[in-house]
């Protein structure tokens, strides 16, 4: 393993709680980026996987009849070697099995603690992904699963918890040293990937009545953008019989020297679409770096991503259970709420930012007795409960997938056109922002208080001032931040999931209306001096300047 970065006492300083970012650690783990320290080292997380091992010992009680055993991958970050042996090392040194999968997907991490066979180790009791999904190659981080799902808030502060005081006990290099010798439990390698991907491929043929090449003729490039998820390719669609050239970004390459691998990302989006427009494809397929998000393009190089996508995925499922309720994210249109419950019958429940928040509540459904069989956000995350609630961008592709083919199947001819009809009848806005609204934290209208409190107090604000304006009107059902409709449109304005920011999310029928809907919301927030508003006072500005020349 290679050496560590820093000594042990130079880092005792650690905040491990600063870590949490959510259901997720994330951190620096890369130095060269001025004003970000690293703070994601070896000894750090070889303690985080000391930590998950005494979590997962103390959730899940052993039977005797073997050792626990935990599965780790990673997506194609250059720091991802380095961690991976290194926490490796922190939970076979709590005397638990670790089976080593190298380049993966987050998806597959979560199907390896439910898959059976003891060739390959598996199941796997707990399972780890070293991944920071798409942000820039510096950063990376650990999400954690095992097979109940992904570990939430409450886990992951227990986990960083448990690290710190593993850390704290680590005073010098000898101790360390002692403590990777104490357990005898074993590090292995498998190719968990390709047990993954044949998996999917099974999934299609079956959907197809059992066809070996159920996609032969369909021409379907894939985008990657370096990440994890150049596999789909060659692993999932080729054994279907589709043709993959002009395929892209394949490799991995942690740098990322082509375009972020995000699929809300508009130079991603343009790659994917340039690649199946130049190759004369019938689809295009992108994906994120870690491989739980996804989008698509249609044959005419139209993106099926945001709420493009949500509305082409509720068409497919409730095809497959009428009258299901699908969940979304809180930015979703009001465009998408007509189609999914006037068009397609369904009923839309709209929710929280954050993917689990949206997978946990189309489970909390399901347990009161509301049916529901997708929860996806805006975001490209998607998640369907015949597949265990995981969110996996590869199977969401894969329900398409299944529709070109039993379209064709059917007589309905090939290409992508049968994708394009299933979202026919979607109202989109002419105009659809997002603006981010900043709290500036050393500003003394704060009074040294939180954030929070102070986004609370803008939103409590902002929700009295539209009750006493005729022309707006508050969401009569919301569960994040202040949705209020007027012009035609609506905005939104919440609180960032973890950041000092409000953002603002507008939409509407025109230009001038979403105008409008900025400068309400500008007058709302006066007030509040520590909100920094240039991004939605330059919005209002270039439409002014923009009439005027």
């Known amino acids: 393993m290679a050496a560590a970065p820093s000594t042990i006492s130079s880092l005792d300083n650690i905040d491990f709680q600063k870590l949490q970012n959510g259901s997720d650690i994330r951190g620096v783990a890369v130095a060269g980026v001025e004003g970000e320290p690293v703070n994601l080292t070896e000894p750090v997380a070889e303690a985080i996987g000391a930590g998950f091992a005494a979590w997962l010992l103390e959730k899940k009680k052993a039977d005797g009849s073997r050792r626990f055993r935990v599965s780790i991958g990673h997506d194609s970050r250059i720091s991802a070697e380095k961690l991976q042996d290194a926490i490796s090392q922190g939970i076979a040194g709590a005397g638990l099995d670790v089976i080593q999968y190298g380049l993966a997907s987050t998806p597959a991490m979560f199907n390896s603690t439910l898959t059976e066979d003891e060739a390959i ?59 990777r010798g104490k357990g005898s439990a074993t590090i292995e390698k498998v190719d968990y990937m390709s047990v993954y991907a044949s998996d999917l491929v099974k999934a299609v043929r079956k959907a197809a009545g059992n066809k070996e090449k159920p996609l032969e003729g369909f021409h379907i490039v894939v985008d990657a953008g370096n990440g994890a998820g150049g596999f789909f390719a060659a692993k999932v669609l080729e054994p279907l019989g589709a043709i993959t050239s002009g395929s892209q970004f394949l490799e991995p390459d942690g740098l990322f020297p082509n375009h972020i691998p995000n699929p809300e990302d508009k130079t991603a989006m343009k790659a994917i679409t340039e690649a199946v427009l130049q190759n004369k494809a019938d689809l295009g397929i992108i994906f994120d770096t870690d491989v739980d998000r996804s989008a698509a393009v249609d044959s005419n190089g139209r993106e099926f991503n945001r709420n493009r996508l949500i ?239």
């Not at 209020?484 to 603002?504: A, I, K, Q, T, Y």
Request: aromatic letters at 8%; glycine letters at 10%; hydrophobic letters at 40%.
């Open 121 to 179: 180790f598996c199941p796997a009791d707990g399972s780890i992904m070293i991944t920071a999904s798409h942000l820039p190659f510096n950063r990376n981080g650990f999400k954690f699963f095992t097979n109940a799902g992904g570990l939430g808030k409450a886990d992951i502060k227990d986990i960083l918890g448990r690290a710190a005081e593993f850390y704290k006990n680590l005073n010098n290099r000898d101790d360390l040293i002692n403590s």
């Open 311 to 549: 509305a082409l995925m509720s068409a497919i499922v409730l095809e497959e259970h009428a009258g299901t309720t699908i969940v979304t994210d809180s930015v979703t249109s009001d465009g998408l709420t007509l189609f999914i419950e006037k068009k397609l019958g369904g009923k839309h429940h709209r929710f929280k930012r954050g993917y689990k928040n949206v997978i946990d509540e189309a489970i909390r459904l399901n347990s009161v007795g509301e049916e529901s069989h997708l929860a996806i956000e805006t975001s490209g995350h998607g998640a369907l409960k015949e597949n265990h609630w995981l969110d996996d961008g590869a199977y969401l592709m894969v329900k398409i997938l299944n529709k070109l083919a039993s379209a064709r199947a059917s007589g309905l001819g090939g290409g992508s056109q049968v994708l394009t009809d299933l979202v026919d009848g979607l109202q989109e806005p002419a105009v659809a922002v997002e603006l981010r609204l900043k709290i500036n934290q050393n500003h003394p209208d704060l009074q040294g208080g939180p954030f929070r409190d102070y986004g609370e107090a803008v939103l409590k604000h902002v929700e009295n001032l539209v009750a006493s304006d005729p022309k707006l009107l508050k969401a009569p059902v919301n569960y994040e931040g202040v949705r209020v409709s007027g012009f035609g449109g609506w905005f939104l304005l919440r609180l960032s999931l973890h950041d000092p920011v409000l953002p603002l999310n507008i939409e509407a029928p025109s230009h001038d209306d979403a105008i409008k809907l900025g400068l309400a919301v500008l007058a709302a927030v006066k007030e509040f001096p520590a909100l920094d508003t240039s991004a939605l006072d330059k919005f209002v500005q270039d439409h002014f300047e923009g009439s005027e020349s």
